[in-house]
């Protein structure tokens, strides 16, 4: 074994996996969510219900950061623009000589193109 890689190719270095925690953040806030409020004025609803009215009101009341999150909530996050660049333009020969000439400022200058034709050799 190499310093550094201790475990050959392929093996991995925890093959069981993280063990279980006991403590989940994310099931603890959900539990308490679900506990129903025993005094004040959102009294019988559940927790959640009564941060969701907190949250309405201070909406209403102009804060943008309450209706924005709200929105998120109902509607989603808005996506991110993406910048696609363009498609290649794809020019023939021909075409090529002639916006050459034209950017050189040639006018009345004939240019003899030679015609390819596929599976021909070229001259």
């Given at each position: 074994?190499?310093?550094?890689?201790?475990?050959?190719?392929?093996?991995?270095?925890?093959p069981?996996g993280?063990?279980p925690?006991?403590?989940?953040?994310?099931?603890?806030l959900?539990?308490?969510?679900r506990?129903?409020?025993?005094?004040?004025?959102?009294?019988?609803?559940?927790r959640?219900?009564?941060?969701?009215?907190?949250?309405?009101r201070r909406?209403?009341?102009?804060?943008?950061?309450?209706?924005a999150?709200?929105?998120?909530?109902?509607?989603?996050?808005?996506?991110?623009?993406?910048?696609?660049?363009?498609?290649?333009?794809?020019?023939?020969l021909?075409?090529?000589?002639?916006?050459?000439?034209?950017a050189?400022?040639?006018?009345?200058?004939?240019?003899?193109?030679?015609k390819?034709?596929?599976?021909?050799?070229?001259p």
């Amino acid at each position: 074994m190499t310093r550094g890689k201790p475990f050959p190719p392929g093996q991995s270095g925890n093959p069981a996996g993280r063990p279980p925690s006991e403590f989940c953040l994310t099931d603890c806030l959900r539990s308490l969510a679900r506990e129903r409020v025993r005094s004040g004025p959102g009294r019988g609803s559940t927790r959640a219900q009564a941060l969701a009215a907190v949250l309405w009101r201070r909406a209403l009341a102009g804060d943008l950061r309450a209706a924005a999150l709200i929105g998120d909530r109902l509607d989603g996050r808005p996506g991110q623009a993406e910048r696609v660049p363009p498609d290649p333009v794809v020019l023939s020969l021909a075409e090529l000589v002639y916006l050459q000439a034209r950017a050189e400022g040639a006018s009345g200058i004939t240019y003899a193109v030679p015609k390819i034709v596929p599976n021909e050799p070229l001259p």
